[in-house]
């Protein structure tokens, strides 16, 4: 398995700010991922992290609103611009695993609240 | 259009009973389905996952049962205990290297002691 790390663990920012969220990751991995969840809903997958080049983003995502950076194969960042109160939810990264399998493992999370 | 379907959205169920959380999905591509377990406050954690050439998964407590035909699949949680109350997601992918999951609603399941 593999084991992620993300900072920070909650934030409260005022409308209109960003904020950066990292995520680390305690052995080398080859995707990274980033989801959404609303209080009490499913994870939304936000964008693959790709190392040394553009994040793919999924339908309702730009890399205006969440520039995505991941220079190497165990750290990535998340930055939401703009933050709006509809931003308020826990962002999670995940990984694939180092097996070769199909699992991934997901970070403890960020809880973001947008005043 | 939501591809993977769970039911029920919450169960509650005694200690000691059999708990079963069932998903379904529409795209018959999908050929991985792990299972995650969440509890308040932290990131999902792979509890058990099957793939579309096996129909049936067991470890320990939990069990998948797989139907291709019909594109359903179960997970039964036996002899259930309190700290199994927990948020059950059921995701969907299709192994061809890119790893992108799509998950289902979730179901609350609650164990009562």
């Known amino acids: 398995s593999v084991l992620l790390y993300q900072k920070p663990n909650r934030d409260i920012c005022q409308s209109g700010t960003s904020l950066k969220i990292q995520c680390v990751a305690d052995?080398?991995?080859?995707?990274m991922f980033w989801y959404q969840q609303f209080q009490e809903q499913s994870l939304m997958l936000m964008a693959t992290?790709?190392?040394?080049?553009?994040?793919?983003?999924e339908s309702g995502f730009t890399k205006d609103k969440f520039p995505i950076s991941r220079p190497n194969l165990t750290f990535s960042t998340l930055t939401v611009n703009n933050a709006r109160p509809g931003d308020s939810s826990i962002y999670f990264c995940?990984?694939?695993?180092?097996?070769?399998?199909?699992?991934?493992?997901f970070g403890p999370g960020t809880r973001l609240t947008v005043l | 259009q939501q591809q993977v379907r769970q039911s029920p959205q919450s169960l509650t169920v005694w200690e000691g009973e059999t708990a079963i959380l069932n998903c379904s999905y529409e795209?018959?591509?999908?050929?991985?389905f792990p299972w995650y377990q969440q509890f308040p406050g932290e990131g999902p954690a792979l509890l058990i996952s099957?793939?579309?050439?096996?129909d049936k998964k067991e470890d320990g407590r939990f069990t998948i049962f797989f139907n291709k035909r019909e594109k359903k699949l179960s997970l039964h949680i036996t002899d259930s205990q309190p700290g199994d109350s927990a948020t059950y997601f059921c995701?969907?992918?299709?192994?061809?290297?890119?790893?992108?999951?799509?998950f289902g609603a979730g179901t609350r399941l609650k164990v009562i002691a």
């Open positions: 995940s990984s694939s695993g180092t097996g070769g399998n199909y699992e991934q493992y």
């Open positions: 052995s080398q991995v080859v995707s």
């Open positions: 992290a790709n190392e040394g080049s553009e994040a793919t983003y």
């Open positions: 795209d018959s591509t999908f050929n991985y």
């Open positions: 099957i793939s579309s050439v096996s």
């Open positions: 995701a969907a992918s299709v192994n061809t290297g890119n790893y992108k999951y799509v």
